[in-house]
């Protein structure tokens, strides 16, 4: 009698999973730093979603545009801090 073997499981499905709540979970830490544990001391920081890359692409495509908005957001302060 000839055993069937089954299918081993794929090894990319955990990591898959594990890489996903890994990126998922950056992105929770990025956003809760920015809006929750801000110094009042230092300068306002430009909001990202996506840590390390921040606003890059918005900023590739039309520098001044990106530079007039953030300085109508932050018009209350001298200075502007772009974090990522």
């Not at 499981?9 to 929770?28: E, N």
């Not at 430009?46 to 908005?69: C, E, L, Q, R, T």
């Amino acid at each position: 009698m000839a055993l069937i073997e089954l299918p081993q499981p794929s090894i990319m499905v955990p990591v898959a999973i594990y890489g996903s709540v890994g990126i998922i979970a950056l992105i929770l830490i990025s956003a809760c730093r920015q809006l929750l544990f801000r110094r009042k001391t230092e300068p306002p920081t430009i909001f990202h979603w996506v840590p390390y890359i921040g606003n890059a692409v918005s900023y590739g495509m039309d520098p001044v545009a990106f530079f007039n908005k953030c300085r109508a957001k932050a018009r209350s302060s001298q200075k502007t801090c772009m974090d990522s």
